[in-house]
Every structure is written in structure tokens, then in C-alpha cells.
């Protein structure tokens, strides 16, 4: 028997609940949380009430974020898992490898090739491992995509056609967060699309080589509002009577774990989780198209929009031998308001639909089944993640679902080469940003159908 994993959490927003949850409950046999850190002492709080009252375990020590290096010398932790804004994940990565410790990162893995160059240096520097959490690989219906490319089913792929539809509840959460400055994110084509590539990669065992661009913000925002006639008084939803019947409301004092994590936070951390999406400032795009060609010849065309009645995507690629499609549904908004269809966990759960189609070249297209998700955040993806992070023996994974720091380079260098590629109205070398690897010196296995 191994002896019991280690771990802190830095950054202890929303996301990390999935974490804390995970090690403390599910696997604390064979996990155990030694620190939570965090520029927000009622964040950590909060998270420790539920660690005592939900699972009936011990509360853990709590470091404010600039006493990072001490909760390391304090509590010996063998992982950190880095779930902090986007633009901070880099300084936890790299100092927490330089104290020795292994990590776990949220994606995407940072928000600019500079930092991702750091990252990569203090892995070279100091052998400690880095683990991206792409989820999505491990939703059954992602992973039976990549069963059937594995397999050979449309031969050698050619051509993917990838759309990405972000629902007005979800997609707007992104205007209503820190996501909605770039400086903190990266923009969609970084936070969001880091997943969307990093599948497009997984499925087709190849990196993007050059990538072209364009995209805007043509919804949100108040100029766009104030096009359609639209005025708001308000910067924010919580408490603000004029905010009352707006679809786009978020209400921080109708969600415990939102009061708990953010609106009883503002005292000590300034941060505000719930400003008007059609307010300023906004400096991310909501629409965006990215025309990319892989190193192996595959061209990748990929739509992602932020502002789409229902949740979802299609995806199609198209080989030699013929054409595999993908339609997955997560979430349809019904009604307006707050409430189950507007639960900003709601396109996290289960989907609604997923199906799968092959069309052989020459030959009667048929459906593929597989093994439905029960239950389960991301379409069943993330009680299959968190067994292969924190169980002693996890199962063996034929399908090389664990991502590395070189899988999260190659899916951020697509994006931000794309937003670089907004900028000058040309296509950009990802080479020219960053160098990746090649396949074989990255240790990844390529699939010759």
C-alpha cells in the first residue's frame, strides 16, 4: 500500500470545490488536504465549514496567499493543486515545483507564452511533474471519438469543423466574472477554447502549426446593449431592485455556495461576482472564428460563441476513409431567471444528448453507441478524472487521457496565437510565439490509423 498523497489547494473559489471535495470525501483513504490558500480568509472558511459539515472531517490549516512558501514549509504537501485566476497560475506552478512539490493545475495551464516558457524551464530545472486538468477527455462521448480515430474509422483525418455554443447563462458568467478582462484570462480563445483544442489535439495526435483569426465583441457589453435600445443603471445584480426580471441576473444571495464564496467575501477580497454584463469594462471577445493547420496537415476550422440559446457543440472530422460527427447538447435554456435552467452549474452536469455517426466513404453511415455517463460533472467526466488524480491504483488508460504540461502549452499556443492573430489581421506561426516539442520527445504515443 502507498503511503496517503498529500495535497494543498491554492485558489479556493467554486472550481476547487471539486477538488477539496474529492480528497476529503471519495478518496480519504488514500488523500489528505493539508492547506487551503487564498487571498480570501471567509473563501477558506466557508470551505472548511463544508470539509466539517458535509463530510465530517477536520478543518485544515488556512495561509493567506503571500504566506504561500510557509504553508509548503508548514504542512509538507507532496502536490499543490493551482486553481487560481488564469493570469496567476504560473507563479504557483513554478514556485511550488522549486519547493519541491508536484502539481496539479486548472486550466488552462497559463495565459501567455512568456509564462508558459517559465513553466517549462522550472519543470527542466527541477524535474517535478505538472498534471493539466482537461476534463473533457474523460467524458465518455470525447473519449469514444477518440476510441474510433484510434481505430481508423474515417482513415487518415483531414479536415475538422469544431463549433463550441456557450449558452446565455454560462456563456455570460464569463461577463460577469474576472474572465471578462483579458489581462486575467486570456480571453475565451485562451480559457475556454483551451479545452476545444486540447480535444482537437488528443483526437487527431498532432499540434497546431499556424493560425489565423477573427473575433469581437458583438453581444455583450454596453455599447452593443446601448445599439439595441438597451439601458442599465446598475453595474451588478445582487441587492439592486432596478435589476429585478433581468434574465441576465445572477443573485448572489439566492445561492449558499455563491454567498458563501463571493458575496461574504467582498469584505476581504473587493471582488465582485456578479457585475452586469452589459456594463463596462469588457475587453474579451464573444464571438470568434480560428482557421488553424495542424503540423500533420489537418486544417482545423472552429467557431466558439458566447451567447447561444442552448449549450452544446458539433464536431465532425472528416479523413480519408470518411467522416465521424458529434453532437452533444448540455444545457437548454427554458425559462428566464434564476432557477434550475439557469444554474450556473447546469451545463456542468450530465448532457442532455450526446450521439456519435460514422459515414464511411462509401458505405451506409451508422450510429456508434457507448457507454453513458451516470452521472457526473462534464458529461460524466469528472468522477473519472478525479479516480485517475487521487485514487492509490487508478485503472489503466489506454487512451492517454492525462494531460501534461506539453498537451497544455499546445492547447494555449493555439488560442493565443489566435488572439495574436486578431491583433495583426494575419496568420501567426505558433512556432514563432513558442516551440513545442515534437510528438515523440513529448512522450506522446501517435496514432497511425
Not at 457526473?376 to 485517475?388: F, K, S, T, V, Y
Request: charge should be negative; include cysteine.
Amino acid at each position: 500500500m502507498s503511503e496517503t498523497k498529500r495535497f494543498a489547494v491554492v485558489g479556493t473559489g467554486g472550481r476547487a470545490g471539486m477538488f477539496i471535495q474529492a480528497i476529503t470525501d471519495t478518496y480519504r483513504e488514500s488523500c489528505q488536504l493539508v492547506a487551503l490558500c487564498d487571498l480570501s480568509q471567509t473563501r477558506m472558511n466557508w470551505h472548511n465549514q463544508q470539509i466539517q459539515m458535509q463530510w465530517g472531517a477536520a478543518p485544515v490549516p488556512t495561509y493567506h496567499a503571500d504566506q504561500f512558501d510557509r504553508m509548503i514549509a508548514d504542512t509538507h504537501p507532496n502536490t499543490v493543486i493551482v486553481a487560481t485566476i488564469d493570469a496567476t497560475h504560473h507563479q504557483y506552478i513554478n514556485r511550488a515545483m522549486e519547493l519541491g512539490c508536484d502539481v496539479i493545475t486548472e486550466k488552462p495551464m497559463t495565459t501567455d507564452a512568456r509564462k508558459a516558457q517559465s513553466i517549462f524551464d522550472t519543470i527542466d530545472r527541477t524535474g517535478k511533474k505538472l498534471t493539466v486538468t482537461f476534463n473533457y477527455r474523460y467524458a465518455p462521448a470525447f473519449t469514444k471519438l477518440r476510441e474510433l480515430l484510434m481505430q481508423g474509422v474515417v482513415g487518415r483525418p483531414l479536415s475538422v469543423d469544431f463549433s463550441w455554443l456557450l449558452d446565455t447563462y454560462h456563456g455570460a458568467d464569463y461577463f460577469r466574472r474576472w474572465h471578462r478582462e483579458k489581462q486575467n484570462s486570456g480571453g475565451l480563445l485562451v480559457h475556454k477554447a483551451t479545452h476545444h483544442f486540447d480535444l482537437v489535439n488528443w483526437w487527431i495526435d498532432s499540434y497546431p502549426e499556424e493560425v489565423f483569426a477573427f473575433g469581437d465583441l458583438l453581444f455583450y457589453g454596453k455599447q452593443n446593449a446601448e445599439a439595441r435600445g438597451e439601458t442599465y443603471s446598475y453595474n451588478r445584480y445582487t441587492g439592486v431592485a432596478e435589476a429585478d426580471g433581468d434574465p441576465f441576473a445572477l443573485l448572489l444571495d439566492q445561492d449558499a455556495a455563491l454567498k458563501g464564496l463571493y458575496l461574504d467575501a467582498e469584505e476581504d477580497n473587493g471582488y465582485i461576482r456578479d457585475r452586469n454584463v452589459f456594463g463596462d469594462p469588457i475587453t474579451i471577445e464573444d464571438t470568434m472564428a480560428v482557421t488553424a493547420r495542424y503540423r500533420n496537415g489537418v486544417i482545423l476550422s472552429y467557431c466558439l460563441l458566447a451567447y447561444s440559446p442552448w449549450e452544446g457543440l458539433n464536431v465532425a472530422i472528416t479523413g480519408t476513409k470518411g467522416r465521424v460527427e458529434l453532437h452533444v447538447v448540455e444545457n437548454v435554456n427554458l425559462v428566464s431567471g434564476q432557477g434550475e435552467a439557469h444554474n450556473p452549474q447546469a451545463s456542468k452536469g450530465p448532457f442532455k444528448q450526446a450521439g456519435i455517426r460514422v459515414y464511411p466513404m462509401f458505405g451506409e453511415g451508422y450510429d456508434v453507441p457507448f457507454a453513458s455517463a451516470n452521472g457526473g460533472g462534464h458529461g460524466g467526466a469528472d468522477p473519472i478524472l478525479l479516480e485517475q488524480l487521487f485514487a492509490l491504483e487508478p485503472p489503466p488508460d489506454p487512451f492517454n487521457r492525462a494531460a501534461s504540461h506539453v498537451d497544455g502549452a499546445a492547447s494555449i499556443m493555439l488560442g493565443i496565437a489566435a488572439n495574436r492573430a486578431m491583433e495583426l489581421d494575419q496568420p501567426v506561426r505558433v512556432d514563432d510565439l513558442f516551440r513545442l516539442p515534437n510528438k515523440a520527445a513529448a512522450g506522446v504515443k501517435v496514432v497511425s490509423p
